[in-house]
């Protein structure tokens, strides 16, 4: 930790973040981090804009389940200002690396705006790296041809990420974005003033990593484009998640296995055209004995899909949440190794590692229930 | 007649106190090591091949093999065999022959390889109370799959799959002829195949019409030699694999003697009776690799379409050859490494060609996942698969399935002497000999090997659990849960493992 720099006060790139990187550059001497952690998210399918401070109470009520070494907020909604425009937001470790990453921004896309994320000081956060967001879109000429926009903005992050050192995109949607940081959940929001923001849909993460120190692009939410992902759990079958993502132009340069999960759902619904549900069914695949006894129609479908994407599986221990420009995901592994519940008053939908958080801000909802191992639950934003 | 200056290798010798006399050591053994001297065994120890079937049938346990204390004087560089080859090549001038796979004293990858297991962060699974699945499927898998909502809103697949062929665990049995191995050894294989719901493969000898019952679980061969090829055998199995090579002998052919073609055999072979079968180096109508996709593709049209396997021996550059053969159609690479067994073989050639299926496994899994083809076909990787430990290593390291013939025809009795090649195996395995293949009987030895498989897929499962994953499908190229011990950088680096400590 001591490696990070206090606001404008610059060290080295051996700093956490540069050091993750050439880990994963190098593949084989990428070490893999392993955490527990709680989860919670919220959705109003009405759209109405709500401020972040019930996800940081629902969060902060789970303090236990993190170790103070990462935690974070992803909200949609929050800049209604610039919703057409990508919200980039990159964490520095120094300002050399940002005139680096502004050069290849402005070569490739019109910015709108540059400022640094609004940050507070907190006393148990004595240094964070430099934190700025832009708002953004490919200049024209660059999508000449049949280059598709997401393609196009996913490279993006995938160059920046993995080559220039010290430089990180932890967000990189439309009129959405994350804030993460190494600390626990209420510091953390302090830090970005979580209450300051209103969005539809929240999603928020408490972290305990047990092998490597926390470092802030480690901090879940886990984001690409409009996707963003909270995860409880460790996925056993990472290796081959990874080298399964690879093969279709996925870089992993985090140290965390959600990141292969993100990548997976962006494989699976952007680019393969498959719906939630299904996708959801190819992370956490039915048994085949379960299949075996399906209809026809159904048998074929899903032998189909487990034989194609075998490799796509999340095998392991996970809950995880995923937020995306339409609404909110909750889904658990097939035998159901982490804890989710959910639960609904009015228009609001509720998911959490547990209970108590959603009851710390919706003390008699109308519903809450536990869903079943590998049985998502799909909420749609109101059109 | 002049005494061989290559002194035999074992001293068979019998207790003659404890000795009854009961002359069963005469009848098993098959290289006729014992004969009857009027009031005691005689024993000609110069045949014994130490394959112990005289010391399994010796009711008195009178009989012991040794290794012959009388050795060439010890020399680290000379060894024992390499002399003992020179005064042979000296006395015949010819190849020395060899069966099975090789016994030198090559690293072994797989012995250099742990598997992980989780501790607190993730739950371990007992197998014994969660379903753990080894179902794996072989052929083409689409890149994605497409859908189409059908009438009810349900999914309906859109998207045509390919052909695939369904085992209950990532293993098959590798391709043995008749012929080569007996029809008794053969119906083994057919019978415990069918049990365990997987795969046994004709061998390049042709189908004999005993085993049609158990077409479901046979992939049918063509090599060089065209053996008993015709529509109707290349109908009969579940697919057809076109051989080009064997891990135990890369680059060359093969040639049955005419003595080992009785009258069932050159039936099978579709040959006359008495003549040598010969199988080429090459396929003569394989001289690169747009005659192999004509062939594939021939093939494929003659079966209306069933998944077709390349087996190929892994050679330095085997990389490269798979995917060209990826390319060229096939649906199934079979990699056979330089361990592999053979019925018959030159000693020069199974010691000293190839390279480790450990290498090669992991080498052609990153070739094809470089190039976006992994999908293209399933990986079969054989040659000197010992223990279920070995096959989920193999999984791990990028195999779809791995393939088993030593440890298959060890449930037979079959205690790896190396001595196929004679056409006198005590055990009935590798010979023609009736009153030798007369002792393998297939019911009775299927069980056995029934067992095997079945021992194996609980130590699979076994396995899965301790990684704390419930399906194969997330062994399979996981080698992130492999560690290496003492393998130096480049061949970590090789194989895609990290160091243990890492
Ligand atoms: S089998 Fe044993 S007891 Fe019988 S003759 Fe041979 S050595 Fe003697
Ligand atoms: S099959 Fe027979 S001859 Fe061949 S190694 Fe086994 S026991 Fe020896």
Redesign the pocket.
């Known amino acids: 930790m001591n490696n990070y720099f206090e606001k404008n006060i610059f060290v080295n790139h051996e700093g956490p973040i540069a050091k993750g990187k050439k880990a994963a550059d190098k593949g084989l001497g990428y070490e893999k981090s392993i955490s527990g952690c709680g989860l919670t998210g919220l959705i109003s399918k009405n759209r109405t804009r709500l401020s972040g401070k019930a996800i940081v109470e629902s969060l902060c009520l789970m303090n236990d389940r993190g170790n103070g070494l990462g935690a974070g907020y992803a909200a949609y909604g929050i800049y209604p200002g610039f919703k057409d425009f990508y919200a980039f937001h990159i964490m520095y470790d120094a300002p050399s690396v940002r005139w680096t990453a502004e050069e290849f921004l402005k070569a490739n896309y019109h910015i709108e705006k540059i400022e640094e994320i609004p940050t507070f000081p907190v006393k148990a956060i004595a240094i964070s790296p430099l934190l700025v967001r832009y708002f953004i879109k490919p200049l024209k000429e660059k999508l000449a041809g049949d280059v598709n926009e997401s393609d196009f903005v996913v490279n993006s992050v995938m160059k920046i990420n993995s080559e220039i050192d010290g430089a990180y995109v932890f967000s990189s949607g439309k009129n959405m974005g994350a804030f993460k940081g190494v600390g626990n959940p209420c510091d953390i929001a302090e830090f970005f003033r979580i209450e300051d923001y209103e969005g539809y849909i929240w999603t928020a993460h408490t972290r305990f990593p047990t092998n490597t120190p926390g470092w802030w692009g480690g901090a879940h939410p886990f984001t690409l484009l409009d996707w963003s992902i909270v995860h409880n759990g460790e996925i056993s079958s990472y290796g081959i998640n990874k080298r399964y993502l690879e093969m279709f132009g996925y870089k992993l340069t985090l140290l965390t296995d959600t990141e292969a999960a993100a990548y997976m759902l962006d494989l699976l619904i952007r680019r393969h055209g498959l719906d939630i549900a299904t996708a959801c069914t190819v992370l956490a695949a039915p048994f085949w004995k379960n299949i075996d006894n399906m209809d026809e129609q159904k048998k074929e479908a899903l032998t189909a899909l487990r034989l194609a994407y075998g490799s796509a599986l999340l095998n392991g221990p996970f809950s995880l949440l995923f937020g995306h420009s339409n609404g909110l995901v909750g889904i658990n592994d097939r035998i159901k190794l982490r804890p989710l519940v959910a639960a609904t008053k009015n228009d609001l939908v509720y998911m959490a590692s547990e209970e108590s958080a959603i009851r710390a801000i919706c003390p008699s909802p109308d519903k809450v229930w536990t869903p079943r191992a590998g049985e998502p639950v799909i909420v749609e934003l109101n059109k | 007649m002049f005494k061989s200056l290559a002194p035999p290798e074992y001293l068979a010798t019998?207790d003659q106190v404890?000795?009854?006399?009961?002359?069963?050591?005469?009848q098993?053994c098959g290289w006729s090591v014992?004969s009857w001297g009027g009031d005691k065994?005689l024993i000609d120890t110069s045949k014994c091949v130490k394959c112990l079937r005289?010391y399994h049938?010796?009711?008195?346990e009178?009989?012991q093999i040794l290794d012959n204390p009388v050795k060439f004087k010890n020399n680290a560089y000379w060894g024992y065999n390499n002399i003992r080859n020179l005064k042979r090549q000296a006395e015949t001038g010819g190849i020395p022959l060899t069966g099975m796979g090789s016994d030198l004293p090559y690293p072994i990858l797989f012995d250099n390889l742990l598997i992980d297991a989780c501790q607190v962060t993730n739950p371990s699974i007992d197998p014994l109370r969660e379903p753990m699945e080894l179902r794996t499927y072989l052929g083409k898998k689409p890149a994605s799959v497409e859908f189409e909502k059908g009438k009810d809103g349900k999914l309906k697949l859109k998207t045509k799959m390919p052909p695939q062929i369904k085992i209950n665990l990532p293993l098959i049995f590798s391709p043995m002829s008749y012929g080569s191995i007996s029809l008794n050894a053969q119906k083994v294989l057919a019978i415990a195949a069918k049990e365990c719901g997987i795969l046994m493969n004709t061998g390049e000898g042709g189908l004999h019409e005993d085993l049609l019952p158990y077409r479901d679980s046979i992939i049918v061969q063509v090599a060089s030699g065209r053996f008993g090829v015709n529509p109707d055998y290349l109908n009969a199995g579940v697919a057809v694999e076109i051989k080009i090579g064997q891990g135990a002998k890369p680059g060359i052919g093969g040639h049955l003697p005419g003595e080992k073609i009785p009258l069932e055999v050159a039936r099978t072979r579709m040959i006359p009776v008495g003549t040598d079968a010969i199988s080429p180096a090459p396929q003569h109508d394989i001289y690169s690799i747009e005659d192999l996709k004509q062939l594939i593709y021939a093939i494929k049209e003659a079966t209306d379409y069933k998944p077709v396997s390349v087996k190929i021996a892994a050679v330095h550059n085997v990389a490269a050859i798979a995917s060209g053969i990826v390319r060229a159609g096939a649906d199934i690479i079979y990699l056979d490494g330089f361990r592999g067994g053979t019925g018959a073989a030159p000693s020069i050639i199974r010691d000293h060609l190839g390279i480790p299926i450990e290498h090669a496994i992991a080498a052609v899994d990153d070739r094809l996942r470089q190039e976006g083809i992994r999908n293209e076909a399933s990986i079969i990787a054989a040659g000197g698969i010992r223990s279920s430990a070995d096959a989920a290593k193999a999984i791990a390291l990028g195999a779809d399935a791995v393939a088993i013939a030593t440890a298959a025809l060890t449930t037979m009795g079959c205690t790896i002497c190396g001595k196929c090649y004679t056409g006198n195996c005590s055990w009935g395995i590798t010979t023609q000999r009736p009153e030798l293949t007369a002792r393998l009987d297939p019911e009775i030895f299927a069980e056995r090997l029934i067992n095997l498989v079945h021992a194996w897929e609980h130590e699979l499962k076994e396995i899965l659990g301790a990684l704390g994953i419930n399906a194969v499908d997330s062994l399979r190229g996981n080698r992130e849960r492999l560690r290496g011990v003492g393998l130096d950088t480049q061949t970590l680096d090789i194989l895609g493992v990290k160091p243990a400590g890492r």
Do not use: D, F, Q, S
């Open positions: 019998i404890k000795c009854i006399r009961c002359k069963r050591c005469i098993n014992y065994v005289c049938y010796c009711p008195e009178a009989i």
